[in-house]
């Protein structure tokens, strides 16, 4: 039997147990990403029902073990956060934390007054963000610095890498859908482009550009994403919040290895 199979079986007993108290559960208004984000946050393509996305699958099953009744839908992101900002949405996901990002949505360990740091270990996945270049760039990360810059380095509009690399002075003034600036890459006309590494690589390979880009070795960031909450949703619901986040990481410490071999190309 293949290792996800026990899994399954085990989910629906818990579903068949919990249906008849599941219409008591506070309600979990989450938003997402409207882009294809496979493999977290759409299947790839091909994929079979049970591959919904490696974390809509940690998300979903988390939000059952904290008795919260989810209900999802997609946005494009900047209109996610002004939903949560707004108390429209109950959280979104994936988030990056950065610290003007208090302001908006509470993140797990992160304490209102900002003394706490947030909490790596009730994240849901490491992410490790790299620059998509030509193979023939000049283009150079060293971890602290940028060589070769001639047009700039894009990013998706929002994100925190699109800050990041504003600090650094190289931002480009790009904010289409990925697949057109990784073709601006390609012709040249644009000297990288940032995404997580697997994004990066599934998107190079829909858009039929192996070959004619590669990601550079060095990320340009190492973060962990996260579920970050509305204030509203927290004040009001602020023991449920603290179960959610903590069955997120023990979900994703149970159940990492299957899902990276389910879902992730390395």
């Given amino acids: 039997m293949s290792g996800?199979?026990?899994?399954?079986?085990?989910?629906?007993?818990?579903?068949?147990?919990?249906?008849?108290h599941a219409e008591d559960w506070p309600l979990l208004r989450l938003c997402y990403e409207s882009q294809d984000l496979s493999p977290y946050t759409s299947a790839p393509a091909g994929a079979a029902a049970d591959h919904p996305g490696l974390v809509l699958e940690l998300i979903e099953q988390a939000a059952r073990s904290a008795q919260l009744r989810l209900v999802l839908h997609r946005q494009?992101?900047?209109?996610?956060?002004?939903?949560?900002?707004?108390?429209?949405?109950?959280?979104?996901?994936?988030?990056?934390?950065?610290?003007?990002?208090?302001?908006?949505?509470?993140?797990?360990?992160?304490?209102?007054?900002?003394?706490?740091?947030?909490?790596?270990?009730?994240?849901?996945?490491?992410?490790?963000?790299?620059?998509?270049?030509?193979p023939d760039s000049r283009l150079r990360w060293d971890g602290q610095r940028f060589q070769?810059?001639?047009?700039?380095?894009?990013?998706?509009?929002?994100?925190?890498?699109?800050?990041?690399?504003?600090s650094l002075g190289v931002l480009a003034n790009e904010s289409l859908a990925p697949a057109t600036p990784l073709k601006l890459v390609a012709a040249g006309r644009l000297d990288g482009y940032v995404l997580e590494t697997e994004l990066g690589l599934a998107l190079i390979k829909r858009e039929g550009l192996q070959g004619q880009l590669v990601q550079l070795p060095t990320p340009l960031v190492r973060a962990h994403w996260y579920l970050p909450l509305?204030?509203?949703?927290?004040?009001?619901?602020?023991?449920?919040?603290?179960?959610?986040?903590?069955?997120?990481?023990?979900?994703?410490?149970?159940?990492?290895?299957?899902?990276?071999?389910?879902?992730?190309?390395?």
Avoid at 247 to 256: L, P, S
């Fill in 76 to 134: 494009p992101w900047k209109r996610c956060v002004h939903e949560v900002r707004q108390g429209a949405s109950d959280g979104v996901f994936v988030a990056v934390w950065w610290a003007d990002r208090d302001a908006w949505g509470r993140f797990p360990g992160r304490s209102v007054d900002a003394q706490t740091p947030v909490d790596p270990g009730r994240s849901l996945w490491p992410a490790d963000y790299r620059i998509i270049v030509r």
């Fill in 148 to 166: 070769g810059i001639t047009h700039g380095v894009g990013a998706p509009l929002g994100y925190a890498v699109s800050q990041y690399l504003q």
């Fill in 4 to 20: 996800w199979r026990p899994w399954v079986l085990s989910l629906l007993s818990s579903l068949l147990v919990s249906a008849a």
């Fill in 230 to 266: 509305s204030h509203q949703f927290y004040a009001a619901h602020p023991e449920r919040a603290e179960r959610l986040w903590q069955a997120i990481g023990e979900q994703r410490e149970q159940r990492g290895d299957e899902l990276r071999k389910r879902y992730l190309s390395r």
